[in-house]
């Protein structure tokens, strides 16, 4: 059976809720039609000062509201209240480790029919925040091998990747099932023009003759924070700048390295693609590097990001 968060209290449009009172009725658009757009962020537990952290929340929210503008969804509750939300939520769970969670803003009751379902002035909208632990992934050492999806990616012109909408993770789950389907364990899909977008919850970065390559925002991509993180921490502490470009799929072939990231993947490996061994076939250095950068400042070991958590306690 999946894991699941139903054994923690829900922060459910304003007031923390036990798990079985945490329910949305199947009048809403949510509930039919998966219209909703969310945020997956972490808390990270320092086990020394015995804080837990949350990471980026602010970046987390600025990109929830901009999910909302696009959608024409009126937010229900404003930056501070969410934010505040996440903290009253987090500490009546009373966490002591590492915590995944979600804050989704949904379409409510929708009415009957096409015509108000589509007028968001006519629309309820409401928020949740549900989460639990996540342990380490023994990913995070031993790669993913991963394969190229023959489905494609969801575009700007139909479906914005870069809205985080429940619904756009059709795609996703199209292009994860196939995989698991074919023995991997995860799939880096294309756009119709060819080029890398991302995997199925996670952006991808290469690493080519040491030089760190990501594809563009522009590249039928959810916006992610921890892709923006890594580049701004491999501009500071790496003696090439990063890249962001196009990246064909023959160049998946021939990398030194590739990696997922993401708030879920984190930093993880891709040790294979389409069964081609990446680089040695093992994780490399520079994958290796990102991950502790990444860790110490989500941690809170790295003073220069203080500013990117907001203590829980
Ligand atoms: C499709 C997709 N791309 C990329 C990401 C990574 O984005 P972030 O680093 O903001 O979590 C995610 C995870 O949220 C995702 O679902």
């Given amino acids: 059976m999946a894991k699941t968060y139903k054994h923690y209290k829900v922060w459910l449009n304003g007031k923390v809720v036990p798990p079985e009172q945490a329910v949305i009725t199947v009048f809403t658009q949510t509930a039919m039609r998966g219209a909703n757009v969310y945020e997956g962020i972490r808390c990270y537990w320092n086990d020394d000062k015995k804080n837990l952290y949350v990471w980026k929340l602010d970046q987390h929210l600025k990109r929830l509201f901009e999910s909302m503008k696009i959608m024409h969804m009126t937010a229900p509750f404003t930056f501070d209240e969410l934010k505040k939300g996440v903290i009253d939520w987090a500490r009546a769970n009373e966490f002591k480790e590492d915590v995944h969670f979600r ?14 379902a589509y007028r968001p002035e006519e629309i309820d909208f409401g928020a949740w925040i549900d989460g639990g632990p996540r342990q380490h992934k023994d990913a995070l050492e031993k ?3 991963v394969c190229v999806s023959n489905w494609r990616r969801i575009n700007d012109d139909s479906i914005p990747p870069r809205v985080k909408a429940g619904a756009n993770y059709q795609n996703s789950r199209l292009a994860a099932i196939d995989a698991r389907k074919n023995g991997y364990d995860d799939a880096l899909i294309l756009t119709r023009d060819g080029k890398l977008a991302e995997a199925t919850g996670a952006s ?17 991509i959810l916006e992610s924070i921890t892709r923006k993180s890594l580049l701004g921490m491999a501009a500071k ?32 490996p891709v040790v294979s693609v389409d069964r081609v061994p990446v680089g040695d076939g093992k994780p490399g250095p520079v994958t290796r590097e990102l991950q502790g950068h990444l860790f110490r400042a989500a941690r809170g070991q790295n003073p220069d990001y203080v500013k990117d958590l907001v203590a829980i306690y």
């Fill in 103 to 116: 804050l989704v803003v949904y379409f409510g009751d929708g009415g009957p029919g096409g015509t108000k």
């Fill in 204 to 220: 991808v970065m290469m690493v080519r003759d040491g030089e760190l390559v990501t594809p563009p925002v522009t590249s039928g």
């Fill in 143 to 145: 790669g993913l091998n």
């Fill in 237 to 268: 502490h790496r003696n090439r700048p990063p890249v962001e470009r196009d990246i064909d799929r023959t160049e998946l072939y021939i990398a030194d390295e590739l990696f997922l990231c993401g708030t879920a993947e984190e930093v993880t």
